[in-house]
């Protein structure tokens, strides 16, 4: 088999397991598993930026709740259907990256670490400002009679399971395709040194723009999922801690691969479900776990496999 | 009350944020000038030395200035022996390389918020001020009857909180006399300028770098300490002093101890000013939009130097 | 005249890499730049190529005034640039650097890229490492890469910035063939420390001594130039 041959094989195999899983898992773990495949959504637009561009953000919650609200705020406030809504998200957050990345990329290293942060910041604080129309922390459901796409009610857990498994596809097979792409390929040369790539002729900054923009969408994507399948918005959605999230699933499922966006927000999903059980200073698995990766496992997960036994892995 | 005795208040309580602002930024910057690395767990051991002077202050029950006192001076201590291990246990090993030193440190940020919701709870708690006597602010006013000296209503600060104002003020130009004119500010700054140079002139780089990571959260727990009378100590107060010490570092110029001074007393004065009469959540849009745009536009800070 | 600059001239804080250096390279010539060290001369190829912005002067290519074209826009124009610091995708198997190279002006038509790298790796005899990562190569190799990854550009003028240095002999003498059987439309600009080399593959010289030109020769007249000897080759650094 060749290697593309190969890394299709895991992408569509990945894919057939989780399509029969909701029938053999039991309900709970089935729910769980919807959540984490719209999670590995946002996980996988952050992996374009920091996985395969090397650019370290702290602020891409802005992007999620850009989606989250983009979405949310047209169908609960303006009545739209899901679908006008969901495009709304999408033209939402490609807006708020553009913007927010023409400003950031003038910055690199530890500088453009904090800038995004800060851009981040400001967003919560402005949907808080808002709080009339966001209902700030405290969020707002969408109405379950609203969350009907084609005659399918996205409430029942075997459309939003299938539906959940639709995006994640759409999104796990276009990152496979994008990073095969020569755009995708000048997006490694970038993280693998800038320097060179702009003296072999690429204008680097713009292609770090478009990756910016193309994270963001798939970021807002997620977020936009996240409110239609679950009914809610809030601006917890957009703290600095689902900043921090989406970096945290990369690191241990893998910088630069594509399935370990997804093995990290599985991972990360049971292992805090499973400390939220035993005290309510669950939270300290992510700071364990961080640090633990940065010591002992930077390549995270599927990275490790790859060093080791795969060479082939995507 | 007027405009005027409204601005002295603003002032005098800026004033006090601007004092614990000034010793927590400087602790950040110390780090950050001779490591070249941002610590973000550096709240967490603001809210450290707050807890920690809450669980010294009760232990020690008696005079609440006895207990004030003793938690002065073993809170800070404790916080830059653990900050110190932090260094040697993780820092280190991972070469101080920038970005992983980010995450590693947001790792120890949940780990320490997290064990001390464990341990301290949920609630905030007082500690009770050494002293806290009301002091009546005069204002002055050209009326009908000539220059006329009187105390409005409302307009008064605390004996402690000017303590704070000044306590501040003494730590900060002995940390500056310690820097400027010791051996071990000699040694720090010689470091800072190049740790190859000073590893090669038998400076211990590694443990210079301990230390300093310690002595920037030893600050950072002073500061907490002295706020913690006002403010009472909670498992989740990290967060803002981190915010506005990076908003501090950023403006004075990432590494430069005089801006971080200005600037600490600039936005400490800013936020007490902004908070009296403006809503707090535009005030800090704005603020932090503004300092955001200050570094893509101004990489080195207002006050820093420039590279080129 | 491929490559012309006028007045170029370079100050960082005040004091002057290049000092209003005029330059002009005839299409297809190979041409050295030698000088001491700080003479300027990575810093007039900088601003040649826009890694390094000019203080003020102009660089004309192809007749063409590009002085405020950006760096990639000037590689895009034909221009191909090789680090003085080894610089390649370390991270990335040698093939694919040569493809990255190849790639930016084929675009997507994979065919033409994979004969481009197919034929750089071929002549410059490295296809039994194509598959290697290029962190992995020795620092002779890597240096060969990235003169393979300007060939694949198939540059008009190809700046090479010390590309001997820290060679073998052996490895030196490949490099010296290399240059020799290069297409004779490619105008070559080349900073060498090494006499042997520029003795060997410059047609013409030019000697840069503090920022300015010192002279301009056939490489015989640069040999009798008595101010030449007298800035660099009585240094002893021949």
Redesign the interface.
Known sequence: MTDTAKSNALHFGLLAALAIGFFILPTYHSGNLARIMILAIYAMGYNVLFGYTGL?S?GHALFFSAGMYGLGLTMHLGGWSPAPAFLAALIASSIVATVIGF??L??T???Y???TL??A??GY??I??FGTYTRGDEGFALKQATRQLIGLDLTDPIVRYYTALILFATALLLLAYIIRSPFGRTLIAIRENEERARMLGYNVTAIKLKAVILSGIISGASGAAYALLFGYAGATFATVQYS?LP?LWV?VGGAGTTTGAFIGVLFMTYLIDYASGQ??????V??????????FL?HGIMGTLRNKYAGWLP | MDFGPHLLLAVLEGGVTAAVLALTAMGLSIVFGVMRV?NVAHGEFYMLGAVLAWFIATTIGSHPALGFIAALMIAPLIVGTLAAGVDRL?LR??NYD???T???T??????????T??TFG?DARPVEPPFNSRIALPWFEWGENGFAMYYPWGLSTTSYKLFVIAAAAVILITLWLAITRTRAGLIMRATQQDSDMAQAFGIPVKTVYSVVFGLGAGLAAIGAVLVVPIQQAHYLMGHDPL?LS?IVV?IGGLGSLPGTIIAAILIGMADGIISVFF?P??A??FA??V???V???R?TGLMGKST? | MILSTRGLTKTY?GVAANTDVDFDLPQGQTRAIIGPNGAGKSTFVGMVCGRIPATRGTVTFEGADITTMAAHERIRAGMAYTFQITSVFPGLPVRENVALAARRWLGSNKRAVTSKTDEVLTRLAITDRADQLAGDLSYGHQRILEIGMGLAQDPRLFILDEPTQGLAEAEVEDFNQLIKSMDAETTILLIEHNMNVVMAVAEYITVLDQGMVLANGTPAEIRSNAAVQEAYLGTGHA
């Open positions: 370290l702290l400003l950031v003038r910055t290293g530890v500088a670490m904090i800038v800060m851009f910041q400001a604080l402005t808080l400002y921090i970096l690191l005290t309510n200073a669950y939270l300290i992510v700071g364990v776990v961080l640090v633990a990766v940065t010591l930077p | 941002v993780i090993r991972i920038p970005e992983r980010i995450v590693a947001i790792g120890t940020l949940y780990i320490l918020q997290q064990t919701l464990m949920p915010l990076f950023i809503t959540t535009l800090k849009i932090t939009l300092v955001a745009m570094l893509v536009y990489p080129a | 804080a």
